[in-house]
């Protein structure tokens, strides 16, 4: 019994014993403040209208204060705790100074988390993004911390320590290159509005086609329409060219630019048959009016020359039919009517003739403008028979068939030869 009389009349029992008391403390406190801190936030954060305080505390920002009240209490606790060795209290002073420096700044981050979810709800939010910037800062913020954190552990300067960190900024360059460069980028993009999350961008050389779902310091991320995820650094949307089809969307209409190659060997002049026939579309109509007084007068200044069919300006079948084409296009309802539309032929080549169809659809959506594109080519090539005109494409092998002559009949075999010598009577 004297001995455990003793035992606990010794200085470092004491002071272990005190320490023990100043931790539970220290946890009561944290406990209680987070529970009382965290559940009036809650409160105030139902009651009110406001979305701030919503986003202060759904990214944490009063969890991360309610974590100061038990540093606080260790870094003037301690001193009250009897047969403490002045180095022991000096070293948990600063370990508790060290986690508050640290908790405060996490509490900064979280708060500069809240206020860019609160901006990319304003409608300038889609357009100008500032994560790049906000995560800029708080990386520095975060090498400010650590400086202060070591500095306060080791009992050093901040300033011993920047002045080494001065003489490594070479290598400081090198190790924040990325950083720099997405920086530079990510202000040119922004302030220049060239990127936006949100915008359909094709890069071929990063494999990426797709919308951009997320701009950052150093990456951009873009959802293929395969759904895949490319990330691109930043950097590289500044130093190489990407195509971005925002202005497409923006201006309400998407562009059909498809051609049809037309057989060559279908295109003829119109026959008088031909003519009465093609007059009964409605959408020809009038263009067969005026073609034939125009006609009609450029062959009688002929003269004699003009009774000659070689000599004459006729309609052919091609023109007509690019004609109606032209017609059908500024009808249809779901072309854009202020943007261009018209169909041109191109050069032939090896493939026939390319009637080639230039418009714009009144609608940007891809399902609806692919609807829309394949009833117009549908409708168009169901209708070159009409103008005795066909596709051009290159033989199958089905064709090859077809012309092949049809086989041979196998030649009847001869019957076999009676070899029995012939006998006379």
Same mark, same amino acid.
């Given at each position: 019994?004297?001995?455990?009389?003793?035992?606990?009349?010794? @200085?470092?029992?004491?002071?272990?014993?005190?320490?023990?008391?100043?931790?539970?403390?220290?946890?009561?406190? $944290?406990?209680?403040?987070?529970?009382?801190?965290?559940?009036?936030?809650?409160?105030?954060?139902?009651?009110?209208?406001?979305?701030?305080?919503?986003?202060?505390?759904?990214?944490?920002?009063?969890?991360?204060?309610?974590?100061?009240?038990?540093?606080?209490?260790?870094?003037?606790?301690?001193?009250?705790?009897?047969g403490?060795?002045?180095?022991?209290?000096?070293?948990?002073?600063?370990?508790?100074?060290?986690?508050?420096v640290?908790?405060?700044?996490?509490?900064?981050?979280?708060?500069?988390?809240?206020?860019?979810?609160?901006?990319?709800?304003? @409608?300038?939010?889609?357009?100008?993004?500032?994560?790049?910037?906000?995560?800029?800062?708080?990386?520095?913020?975060?090498?400010?911390g650590?400086?202060?954190?070591?500095?306060?552990?080791?009992?050093?300067?901040? $300033?011993?320590?920047?002045?080494?960190?001065?003489?490594?900024?070479?290598?400081?360059?090198?190790?924040?290159?990325?950083?720099?460069?997405?920086?530079?980028?990510?202000?040119?993009?922004?302030?220049?509005?060239?990127?936006?999350?949100?915008?359909?961008?094709?890069?071929?050389?990063a494999?990426?086609? $797709?919308?951009?779902?997320?701009?950052?310091?150093y990456?951009?991320?873009?959802?293929?329409?395969?759904?895949?995820?490319?990330?691109?650094?930043?950097?590289?949307?500044?130093?190489?060219?990407?195509?971005?089809?925002?202005?497409?969307?923006?201006?309400?209409?998407?562009?059909?630019?498809?051609?049809?190659?037309?057989?060559?060997?279908?295109?003829?002049?119109?026959?008088?048959?031909?003519?009465?026939?093609?007059?009964?579309?409605?959408?020809?109509?009038?263009?067969?009016?005026?073609?034939? $007084?125009?006609?009609?007068?450029?062959n009688?200044?002929?003269?004699?020359?003009?009774?000659?069919?070689?000599?004459?300006?006729?309609?052919?079948?091609?023109?007509?039919?690019?004609?109606?084409?032209?017609?059908?296009?500024?009808?249809?309802?779901?072309?854009?009517?202020?943007?261009?539309?018209?169909?041109r032929?191109?050069?032939?080549? @090896?493939?026939?003739?390319?009637?080639?169809?230039?418009c714009?659809?009144?609608?940007?959506?891809?399902?609806?403008?692919?609807?829309?594109?394949?009833?117009i080519?549908?409708?168009?090539?169901?209708?070159?028979?009409?103008?005795?005109?066909a596709?051009?494409?290159?033989?199958?092998?089905?064709?090859?068939?077809?012309?092949? @002559?049809?086989?041979?009949?196998?030649?009847?075999?001869?019957?076999?030869?009676?070899?029995?010598?012939?006998?006379?009577?």
């Open positions: 019994m004297d001995s455990i009389v003793g035992l606990l009349q010794r @200085p470092w029992i004491h002071a272990l014993t005190g320490t023990l008391v100043l931790l539970v403390v220290a946890w009561l406190a $944290g406990a209680l403040t987070r529970l009382v801190l965290l559940r009036i936030m809650r409160g105030i954060a139902r009651r009110t209208a406001w979305h701030w305080d919503d986003a202060l505390f759904q990214h944490g920002v009063f969890h991360w204060l309610a974590r100061l009240v038990p540093a606080l209490v260790l870094q003037f606790g301690i001193q009250l705790v009897p403490v060795p002045d180095r022991a209290e000096r070293l948990i002073g600063n370990i508790a100074m060290a986690l508050m640290f908790f405060v700044v996490m509490a900064i981050s979280a708060a500069l988390s809240a206020l860019e979810a609160l901006y990319r709800a304003t @409608p300038a939010g889609g357009q100008r993004p500032i994560k790049g910037l906000l995560q800029l800062v708080k990386l520095v913020l975060f090498i400010v650590a400086l202060l954190i070591i500095g306060t552990v080791t009992d050093k300067r901040v $300033g011993l320590l920047l002045s080494g960190l001065g003489a490594m900024s070479a290598v400081l360059i090198l190790v924040f290159k990325d950083t720099i460069l997405g920086f530079v980028a990510g202000m040119q993009l922004s302030s220049n509005d060239m990127l936006r999350v949100g915008d359909w961008i094709t890069m071929p050389g494999g990426a086609d $797709g919308d951009v779902i997320d701009i950052t310091l990456t951009v991320k873009v959802r293929n329409f395969d759904r895949t995820i490319v990330t691109v650094p930043t950097w590289k949307l500044i130093a190489e060219s990407y195509q971005n089809w925002r202005g497409m969307a923006e201006s309400g209409g998407r562009r059909i630019k498809r051609a049809l190659y037309l057989d060559a060997a279908g295109v003829h002049f119109l026959g008088e048959d031909e003519l009465a026939r093609l007059s009964q579309f409605r959408l020809l109509a009038d263009y067969l009016d005026r073609k034939h $007084g125009e006609l009609d007068k450029w009688r200044q002929l003269g004699e020359a003009g009774e000659q069919p070689f000599n004459r300006r006729r309609l052919t079948n091609l023109g007509t039919f690019r004609a109606y084409v032209n017609a059908y296009l500024h009808q249809h309802p779901k072309i854009h009517r202020q943007m261009t539309c018209m169909a032929q191109l050069a032939s080549g @090896p493939n026939g003739i390319p009637l080639e169809l230039y714009f659809t009144a609608t940007t959506v891809w399902d609806e403008y692919e609807n829309i594109q394949g009833d080519f549908d409708h168009l090539i169901a209708l070159l028979p009409e103008f005795g005109l596709l051009y494409q290159q033989p199958s092998g089905q064709d090859v068939r077809a012309l092949q @002559p049809p086989p041979a009949a196998a030649p009847t075999p001869l019957p076999a030869c009676d070899h029995t010598p012939l006998t006379g009577s």
